[in-house]
């Protein structure tokens, strides 16, 4: 057990729809990471937080949102959604200085139907 | 940006034999080197890592080689187990804008064979 938590487990929705996915990083970790995994395009870099605040950005669609609480945890928010962002969605914690290991969540598993 | 090239895709080996899994990074600014291993259903866990000012280390049954030069590293396991038998991602991260994001090799589905 890795001490990040994902919810839900699994979504199923259908295509237009808008999902919210939810992490709570490990206790002490300030900064989140999410990334998707498709069978094709592996594990892709979403969008960063840390404390709060977003600090990278990588292949994120705009369709898709992100949000980091005061609690720390984070929320991505995937909205107008296709066939084609069904995927595993996990999110990863540290404590973001150079010595940091990237921990990841069990994940959430999006399909689009 | 960074590139992570991973082979080979997928690997077979008999229970007890090793198994080499190598990556080649782009970016030589990149000083960190994880390796994580994911299970069905699960999400990846960090079972070794490297950094750039060491070229090898080493965790019971599994090491790690990095040759900054030539931008690659590897993983390395010995006496393999079945419970080895995964996908195996290795990844690079470098410093930039003080974002840590990793860059993910495709990885390799590791079988082994009892």
């Known amino acids: 057990d890795s001490g990040v938590t994902q919810t839900p487990k699994h979504l199923i929705t259908a295509t237009g729809q808008r999902v919210t996915l939810r992490c709570s990083p490990r206790s002490g970790d300030l900064s989140v990471y999410w990334y998707q995994q498709s069978l094709d395009q592996g594990l892709q870099f979403l969008i960063q937080y840390y404390n709060g605040e977003e600090r990278a950005k990588g292949n994120i669609l705009e369709r898709f949102s992100a949000q980091q609480f005061p609690d720390l945890h984070s929320e991505l928010n995937l909205s107008s959604l296709e066939l084609g962002d069904s995927a595993l969605y996990f999110c990863?914690?540290?404590?973001?200085?150079?010595?940091?290991?990237?921990?990841f969540g069990p994940g959430t598993r999006l399909t689009v139907l | 940006g960074e590139n992570v090239e991973q082979h080979p895709s997928t690997l077979s080996v008999q229970e007890g034999d090793s198994a080499v899994i190598k990556c080649t990074y782009s970016d030589s600014a990149s000083n960190y080197f994880p390796w994580y291993k994911q299970e069905l259903g699960k999400g990846p866990q960090l079972i070794i890592d490297?950094?750039?000012?060491?070229g090898e280390k080493k965790d019971q049954r599994i090491a790690v080689t990095l040759n900054k030069t030539a931008k690659h590293f590897s993983l390395h396991i010995t006496e393999t187990q079945p419970e080895d038998s995964a996908v195996y991602f290795c990844a690079a991260r470098g410093t930039g804008a003080g974002s840590y994001q990793l860059t993910f090799g495709k990885g390799t589905k590791l079988s082994v064979i009892p």
């Open positions: 490297i950094r750039s000012n060491v």
């Open positions: 990863a914690s540290t404590r973001d200085n150079p010595e940091g290991e990237q921990f």
